[in-house]
């Protein structure tokens, strides 16, 4: 994903944090915990967004909190917690929690698709040929 590296300012302001505080690209031990989280939370904004026909209901993004200064106490929480993490952890908003990064939507929708052949295949009829 060319945007995330090159183009978000998210991720730049991130990275600059990181300068100052010496983050350290680490893998934590509850990254798969953190990534299936990152999953819920996709799943449940798409929901949420579909069942009250408003996506911006379902809003967990910090990208605009951080820049406009709009946003839930949640948002303006989660934006702190980041900050602070992200001096220490390189990009932990990036590769844990944000939406567009690798392992987000997209990956989300890959995996259902992986699980929806697999099934298929396993108990698709058999025919005689």
């Known amino acids: 994903n060319v945007y995330c590296y090159d183009f978000c300012p998210f991720g730049a302001a ?7 505080g010496g983050a350290k690209s680490r893998k934590v031990r509850w990254s798969n ?14 929901s949420l967004a579909l069942v009250y026909r408003n996506p ?3 809003s967990y993004e910090i ?11 949640f948002q303006f929480a989660l ?21 567009l ?9 890959d995996w259902c698709r992986r ?4 099934t298929w295949r396993r108990f698709r009829p058999k025919t005689a040929t």
């Open 33 to 46: 915990v953190l990534l299936w989280t990152k999953r819920a939370l996709i799943t449940a904004a798409i």
């Open 79 to 99: 934006l702190a917690v980041m900050m602070f993490a992200a001096m220490f952890y390189s990009r932990p908003w990036c590769q844990y929690l944000c939406p």
């Open 56 to 58: 911006a209901f379902s």
């Open 14 to 20: 991130q990275d600059v944090l990181g300068l100052i």
């Open 101 to 109: 990064h690798r392992h987000g939507t997209e990956g989300l929708f």
């Open 115 to 118: 699980q929806v052949v697999t």
């Open 63 to 73: 990208f605009g909190t951080a820049f406009r200064l709009e946003g839930s106490n």
